[in-house]
Every structure is written in structure tokens, then in C-alpha cells.
């Protein structure tokens, strides 16, 4: 496996190498470090089958190099090995892993986290989250088509994208694995429900934000919601809030809901459903900059239905299937502070709403077994020609 994420906050890389590694595959990931010397330090465990080799935080650099896939310290690496097949992690690694594959004659896997040529970039002369320029975003999808076209199978996480791409872009349509999380994990320590983490009267009615922060994932309409939603109390739980909290607590002074809006550190990957539990509902949201983003399927969406929570989420397609389909949650305008406080207050003024979506989550959840859902890419590989 090629990865450039971080594999402490990267959970998709986890399951399936875990996958993998329960039916039998030895699974090494080739990962460069975040910064020096840090990658040992993680103590990242993945069981027995499963081995991290870091590499230097050198070999990482460029992705943040137009087109962002040329990664020579990686390749280096990589082709030193003889495996049955590469598996790329999102598109900053397929071309490596192409290569790779060529020159050893393994498999060539890439799993498209995301739709990358539709996705942002940072824009620094602007100092903004922009989509792809077009000569660059048309390198990267040519490097998508031909991943289409040449490897031995491709996954992505959701039916929208994978439909799109395939009409698009041509060859093969992609296998969809979604982000279903593993709700029987035991994680790290045990929580108490949310409400008793926090001091909080059960009768208050808490709304969880747990993930990233920042620009790109528009909380802002969020926090002024909560003028108009005035019985609510916003716990917003994820990284970098010594970066954006400040600019968020600003926000929610400026509307008299400062006292209304708490913020936590996060906390790892495998408690995230364990730490929730206990909130009345979890709300989702991103801005509509790009394809990749309104056709998002996001993990805390899952991770929320495993914490027993209704979910509130951007009326965008595939939450809109899943939420909605399923009658676990409600949508809103996540442009529109208005909106997002209806959706609060209907939960709120409204129990047998809220009863009848909580009464749904048990269901939902039994038909999105995610043991059968990582099976899924097991089958592909079992399914690839011996060579």
C-alpha cells in the first residue's frame, strides 16, 4: 500500500489493510513520516499480517507540487519490493504505484478516496481552497482515465462518483466500498456519555460536530445557527482547533451564543463512535466548491448513526441518499444558518420525530454490516489472476 496521509487520521487505509490481513494477505504500507523521526512514535499496531515502513517526510513533498503525483522518493522505495499488487491510496500515489506495477509486474490497485481532478487545492496567492485550475486539472484526469483503463481494479466510495467517472472518463467503472466503520471496535478507554463528559444537564440538547476544522468544511453557518436555534449546544470535536477555535468563538460571541458552543480536542480514530455517544445528533456539512465535496460520503456520518445519534447533514446526493433514504436524520441548506436551526429545532420541539429516526439507526445499521462491506475489496483481490 502507497500512502501519503496521515494513518493516525486516514481510517479508510486501516480497514483495509486489516481487511487484507484477515484473509490472508501479508500488507505492508509505505507511508513517508509527517515530520522527522515521528512515524515510530505513533505506535501504530495494525496486527500481525499488517507492517508500516515509514519513509522520510521528504518523500511525501510532492503533493504539493504541480500535478502533485510525481513522487520519486516513493517510487524509489516502492519498486525495491516484489508484491502481489500495489494498492494506491488516492490519486497522489496511482501514479507511482502505475509505475511500480509496470516495471515488478504486480497488480495495480487504486482506490480512489476521493475524486480528485474534482477536488480543491490551496490556492497561496489567494490564500483560499479553489478548485483545480484547468490545465492542471486536466493532467489530473488523464491520470485518472488511464488508472481506469490500466489497472487491475479500481474502488472508489460512493455510487455518485464512481457513476460519474466512469461516463467521464471511460474504462472500468470503479468498485464502490463505502467508509463503513467497524461499530464492535473497542476503543482505547472507556467514555461516558457525552452529556456527563461535558457536565451537562441530560435535558440539554447537545449537537456533535466531531472531525476536521477549518476553511474547507463550512461550520460557520453552523455556529450562527444557533441564534435561531436557542435551546441548542454546539460541541464542535476535531484537529486544528488551536488554529480555527478562536475564529470560532469569535463568531458565536458576535450572536450572543458564546456560552452555547464548546470545543473539544479530538480524539483517536477507533473512539470516535465510543465518544459520541450520548449527544441528541450529529450534523455534517461541506461547502459546495466541487463535485468531490457535494458528492462526499464522509466516514463521521456513518460514525455518528454507530454513536445511535440522528444525523443532520448538507442536502447533497449521497448523504441525501443514505440520511434521508433511510429516515435517520434530516437535511438542510448548509449555506443557510436558517435552515440548519430549523433541522435543530424539529429535533428538539419535535419527540416523536426524533424517536421514529433514533428507531431507524438500528436497521440502517444491520444493512450496512461493515465486515460485508470490506469484504467486498477482499473479493478483488482474491478475484486477480496469480502470476
Same mark, same amino acid.
Given at each position: 500500500?502507497?500512502?501519503?496521509?496521515?494513518?493516525?487520521?486516514?481510517?479508510? +487505509?486501516?480497514?483495509?489493510? *486489516?481487511?487484507?490481513?484477515?484473509?490472508?494477505?501479508? $500488507?505492508?504500507?509505505?507511508?513517508?513520516?509527517?515530520?522527522?523521526?515521528?512515524?515510530?512514535?505513533?505506535?501504530?499496531?495494525?496486527?500481525?499480517?499488517?507492517?508500516?515502513?515509514?519513509?522520510?517526510?521528504?518523500?511525501?513533498?510532492? $503533493?504539493?507540487?504541480?500535478?502533485?503525483?510525481?513522487?520519486?522518493?516513493?517510487?524509489?522505495?516502492?519498486?525495491?519490493?516484489? #508484491?502481489?499488487?500495489?494498492?494506491?491510496?488516492?490519486?497522489?500515489?496511482?501514479?507511482?504505484?502505475?509505475?511500480? !506495477?509496470?516495471?515488478?509486474?504486480?497488480?495495480?490497485?487504486?482506490?480512489?478516496?476521493?475524486?480528485?481532478?474534482?477536488? +480543491?487545492?490551496?490556492?497561496?496567492?489567494?490564500?483560499?481552497?479553489?478548485?483545480?485550475?484547468? #490545465?492542471?486539472?486536466?493532467?489530473?484526469?488523464?491520470?485518472?482515465?488511464?488508472?481506469?483503463?490500466?489497472?487491475?481494479?479500481? +474502488?472508489?466510495?460512493?455510487?455518485?462518483?464512481?457513476?460519474?467517472?466512469?461516463?467521464?472518463?471511460?474504462?472500468?467503472?470503479?468498485?464502490?466500498?463505502?467508509?463503513?466503520?467497524?461499530?464492535? *471496535?473497542?476503543?482505547? @478507554?472507556?467514555?461516558?456519555?457525552? @452529556?456527563?463528559?461535558?457536565?451537562?444537564?441530560?435535558?440539554?440538547?447537545?449537537?456533535?460536530?466531531?472531525?476536521?476544522?477549518?476553511?474547507?468544511?463550512?461550520?460557520?453557518?453552523?455556529?450562527?445557527?444557533?441564534?435561531?436555534?436557542? @435551546?441548542?449546544?454546539?460541541?464542535?470535536?476535531?484537529?486544528?482547533?488551536?488554529?480555527?477555535?478562536?475564529?470560532?468563538?469569535?463568531?458565536?460571541?458576535?450572536?450572543?451564543?458564546?456560552?452555547?458552543?464548546?470545543?473539544?480536542?479530538?480524539?483517536?480514530?477507533?473512539?470516535?463512535?465510543?465518544?459520541?455517544?450520548?449527544?441528541?445528533?450529529?450534523?455534517?456539512?461541506?461547502? !459546495?466548491?466541487?463535485?468531490?465535496?457535494?458528492?462526499?460520503?464522509?466516514?463521521?456520518?456513518?460514525?455518528?448513526?454507530?454513536?445511535?445519534?440522528?444525523?443532520?447533514?448538507?442536502?447533497?446526493?449521497?448523504?441525501?441518499?443514505?440520511?434521508?433514504?433511510?429516515?435517520?436524520?434530516?437535511?438542510?441548506?448548509?449555506y443557510d444558518p436558517k435552515s440548519i436551526a430549523r433541522s435543530i429545532n424539529k429535533l428538539i420541539e419535535q419527540a416523536d420525530l426524533t424517536a421514529r429516526l433514533r428507531a431507524n439507526i438500528?436497521?440502517?445499521?444491520?444493512?450496512?454490516?461493515?465486515?460485508?462491506?470490506?469484504?467486498?475489496? $477482499?473479493? +478483488?483481490?482474491?478475484?486477480?489472476?496469480?502470476?
Amino acid at each position: 500500500m502507497l500512502v501519503v496521509s496521515d494513518l493516525r487520521i486516514d481510517p479508510r +487505509v486501516e480497514r483495509e489493510a *486489516r481487511a487484507l490481513a484477515e484473509a490472508g494477505y501479508e $500488507v505492508t504500507v509505505l507511508c513517508p513520516e509527517p515530520s522527522d523521526g515521528a512515524g515510530e512514535s505513533f505506535k501504530i499496531d495494525w496486527g500481525p499480517s499488517v507492517s508500516i515502513k515509514w519513509l522520510n517526510w521528504t518523500a511525501a513533498s510532492f $503533493v504539493s507540487e504541480s500535478p502533485g503525483y510525481v513522487g520519486n522518493q516513493l517510487y524509489a522505495a516502492a519498486v525495491t519490493l516484489k #508484491p502481489f499488487a500495489f494498492h494506491a491510496h488516492d490519486l497522489n500515489t496511482a501514479y507511482v504505484a502505475l509505475a511500480a !506495477a509496470n516495471v515488478t509486474g504486480a497488480h495495480l490497485i487504486v482506490d480512489f478516496h476521493e475524486w480528485f481532478s474534482e477536488n +480543491v487545492h490551496w490556492d497561496s496567492g489567494r490564500k483560499e481552497y479553489l478548485p483545480y485550475p484547468q #490545465p492542471w486539472k486536466r493532467q489530473l484526469q488523464k491520470l485518472e482515465a488511464r488508472c481506469l483503463r490500466e489497472a487491475s481494479a479500481t +474502488v472508489t466510495v460512493c455510487d455518485s462518483i464512481a457513476d460519474a467517472m466512469n461516463a467521464e472518463l471511460g474504462g472500468k467503472r470503479p468498485l464502490v466500498v463505502r467508509n463503513i466503520p467497524n461499530i464492535h *471496535r473497542s476503543p482505547t @478507554k472507556k467514555y461516558p456519555p457525552l @452529556k456527563e463528559q461535558l457536565s451537562l444537564d441530560q435535558s440539554t440538547f447537545v449537537l456533535l460536530w466531531q472531525g476536521g476544522t477549518g476553511p474547507t468544511r463550512l461550520i460557520e453557518p453552523i455556529i450562527r445557527a444557533l441564534e435561531y436555534a436557542t @435551546k441548542c449546544v454546539l460541541v464542535i470535536r476535531g484537529p486544528s482547533l488551536e488554529l480555527f477555535g478562536e475564529g470560532y468563538r469569535k463568531l458565536a460571541a458576535e450572536i450572543g451564543a458564546e456560552g452555547r458552543l464548546i470545543l473539544l480536542p479530538p480524539v483517536p480514530s477507533h473512539d470516535v463512535v465510543a465518544a459520541a455517544r450520548g449527544a441528541d445528533a450529529g450534523i455534517w456539512t461541506l461547502p !459546495a466548491l466541487c463535485r468531490n465535496f457535494t458528492f462526499a460520503l464522509p466516514n463521521k456520518i456513518f460514525e455518528y448513526l454507530a454513536s445511535d445519534l440522528p444525523v443532520l447533514a448538507a442536502d447533497y446526493p449521497e448523504a441525501r441518499r443514505l440520511v434521508s433514504g433511510n429516515q435517520v436524520g434530516l437535511m438542510f441548506d448548509p449555506y443557510d444558518p436558517k435552515s440548519i436551526a430549523r433541522s435543530i429545532n424539529k429535533l428538539i420541539e419535535q419527540a416523536d420525530l426524533t424517536a421514529r429516526l433514533r428507531a431507524n439507526i438500528g436497521v440502517t445499521l444491520a444493512s450496512l454490516d461493515a465486515g460485508r462491506e470490506w469484504q467486498r475489496l $477482499v473479493e +478483488v483481490y482474491k478475484q486477480l489472476p496469480r502470476r
